[in-house]
């Protein structure tokens, strides 16, 4: 079991760069699990952003993302990081990270797949 930490929302302008970190508490390790991040809007469905496997591979996005993430693991740290670029306005959410046992190829960007999530960090882009 793993309990996850989110951490470097912000409120950016357009255009900003942002780098959120997951990190595991309690023991955890987390190159033990597949990490995805998901994101939240207000009045929306939670969206998958990216994931990354076991060892850093393999990593798929959304295709909003467009290259402008980055999900990376940082195993000295324990953490997942998020790379955020050229930050737009509909990027505004709540951003979780999630974990899973086993990621799967076919539904990675399902969140029913995880098997635990953090509390969420907020990421405000102004106009």
């Known amino acids: 079991q793993v309990q996850l930490v989110e951490s470097g929302g912000a409120l950016v302008q357009t255009g900003d760069s942002l780098r959120l970190s997951c990190a595991a508490s309690s023991g955890g390790t987390l190159s033990n699990y597949a990490v995805a991040w998901f994101r939240q809007a207000p009045g929306k469905e939670r969206e998958f952003v990216a994931v990354?496997?076991?060892?850093?591979?393999?990593?798929y996005y959304a295709n909003f993302v467009q290259g402008r993430f980055t999900a990376t693991p940082d195993t000295a740290e324990n953490t997942v990081i998020l790379q955020m670029t050229r930050l737009q306005p509909e990027d505004t959410a709540i951003y979780y990270c999630?974990?899973?046992?086993?990621?799967?190829?076919?539904?990675?960007?399902?969140?029913?797949?995880?098997?635990?999530w953090g509390q969420g960090t907020q990421v405000t882009v102004s106009s």
């Open positions: 999630a974990a899973a046992h086993t990621l799967s190829i076919v539904y990675y960007s399902d969140p029913s797949g995880y098997d635990y």
């Open positions: 990354v496997g076991h060892t850093g591979a393999p990593r």
